[in-house]
């Protein structure tokens, strides 16, 4: 039997997953994305792991989304907000840490080709996928075809502006609807209502931990 070894890698964590010929996830592993300010650390922790699943396996490739814009023929992460990162040669870094062959591309748009290909009725051909955690991604299937757009970032709808005077972005714009829906911003204003009062049934947990809402 052959596998091939899956990574989502978002602001918090890499998830990574090996799957088997049958498309079913067999082993995991994380690493916490956060505590490795260098894209090269990750790299290497994220490959450690890889290693460790793949161990006495045939691993046909690894593939890794990455939250933020990516260059997918080049396996360059162009920009990722949440990660900090800029033009970040990551296909590069794994690959020379691995033996398989290594694909990057778009977190959303991975998970939309994935779910298109897995649980989705072949009747379907039209497909918009959204992703909801740190940021805000998007995948769109049109056709049966990922739609990429004319610079790979179709789909990247966190980062549409729906208020020019809205709260700072990590993207470095205002009003993006990642700052309205992404995790840490809807931590960051509910925290702040309870800090001035308002009646919750989580006031509880805010006074033991602020740290404990999330």
């Known amino acids: ?25 067999v082993a995991e592993g994380s690493v916490p ?15 450690e792991v890889c290693r460790r699943l793949g161990e006495g396996r045939k691993i046909e490739g690894v593939g890794i989304g990455v939250a933020g814009d990516i260059d997918s023929t080049r396996g ?17 870094l794994l690959a020379r840490r691995l033996k398989w ?23 379907v051909k039209h497909l ?34 729906i208020d020019e005077n809205g709260p700072l972005c990590n993207c470095g714009n205002r009003g993006c609807l990642e700052t309205y829906v992404g995790r840490p911003h809807i931590e960051k204003k509910v925290r702040a209502a309870l800090e001035a009062g308002k009646k919750s049934s989580l006031q509880a947990l805010f ?8």
């Open 1 to 25: 039997m052959t596998f091939r070894i899956g990574i989502d890698l978002g602001g918090t964590s890499a998830k990574i997953g090996l799957v088997n010929s049958s498309k079913k996830i």
């Open 33 to 47: 994305s956060a505590d490795f300010p260098d894209p090269a650390d990750l790299a290497a922790r994220m490959a």
């Open 76 to 92: 360059i992460v162009r920009v990722s907000p949440n990660l900090g990162w800029k033009k970040v040669p990551l296909k590069r």
């Open 101 to 123: 062959p290594v694909t990057v591309d778009n977190d959303a748009k991975a998970a939309a080709w994935g779910l298109y290909n897995t649980q989705i009725p072949k009747t």
């Open 128 to 161: 918009i996928v959204m992703t909801l955690g740190t940021g805000v991604g998007g995948g769109i299937i049109l056709n049966g075809i990922l739609h990429r757009g004319a610079t790979g970032s179709a789909g990247e709808v966190g980062h549409m502006n």
């Open 207 to 214: 006074n033991k931990d602020p740290n404990l809402v999330t």
